[in-house]
Antibody, heavy 116, light 113 residues
């Protein structure tokens, strides 16, 4: 059974940093693109970043470029999102998702709140 | 990058059929696959349609997807509505015009009353 479990969310002040993790199991992690998708409170879904199987390609939504870094450790079956210079508008539930031609499996999400 | 526009909300009675539209702002809707995700309150999204009209295993055949090049839109149709279908539905596609970019529609709240 495919499982994706996010962790690392919490309350952080504006300008602060946070590192999210996603532990994957039930499939060959190194064979798939992976993604982060976020959802602000009461709002819709927004794609944040994708990473290729070997980490050689990474893509970001414009609003997080230069502030967020997606990475992975295939030996640990883990996906990460390093978030720096956080802003109030980054407040959201962050989901990790497996990517085929679409986001076929999603984790339950971790809440990031940026507030003073 | 293009945008995907959905109606904010739709409502219909149990047993009836509802269609949710998703209109692409620029470029052809047929250029890239469209997916549909269902999200119930407090839960993560799940896929109900992928690659325009394919249903994942476990999704009932009451759910169907299509694209219409004349209106440059995709549609999700749910027949024989059940109260359990009440949820938010999001369309999603992919833009490769500049750099790879994954696009979601704004979501449609389906009320079954």
């Amino acid at each position: 059974e495919v499982q994706l479990v996010e962790s690392g969310g919490g309350l952080v002040q504006p300008g602060g940093s946070l590192r999210l993790s996603c532990a994957a199991s039930g499939f060959t992690f190194s064979s798939y693109w992976m993604s982060w998708v976020r959802q602000a409170p009461g709002k819709g879904l927004e794609w944040v970043a994708n990473i290729k199987q070997d980490g050689s390609e990474k893509y970001y939504v414009d609003s997080v470029k230069g502030r967020f870094t997606i990475s992975r450790d295939n030996a640990k079956n883990s996906l990460y999102l390093q978030m720096n210079s956080l802003r109030a508008e980054d407040t959201a539930v962050y989901y990790c998702a497996r990517v085929t031609t679409f986001f076929d499996y999603w984790g339950q999400g971790t809440l990031v709140t940026v507030s003073s | 990058n293009f945008m995907l526009t959905q109606p904010h909300s739709v409502s219909e009675s149990p047993g009836k059929t509802v269609t949710i539209s998703c209109t692409r702002s620029s470029g052809s809707i047929a250029s890239n696959y469209v997916q549909w995700y269902q999200q119930r309150p407090g839960s993560a999204p799940t896929t109900v349609i992928y690659e325009d009209n394919q249903r994942p295993s476990g999704v009932p055949d009451r759910f169907s997807g299509s694209i219409d090049s004349s209106s440059n839109s995709a549609s999700l149709t749910i027949s024989g509505l059940k109260t359990e279908d009440e949820a938010d539905y999001y369309c999603q596609s992919y833009d490769s015009s500049n750099h790879p970019y994954w696009v979601f529609g704004g979501g449609t709240k389906l009320t079954v009353l």
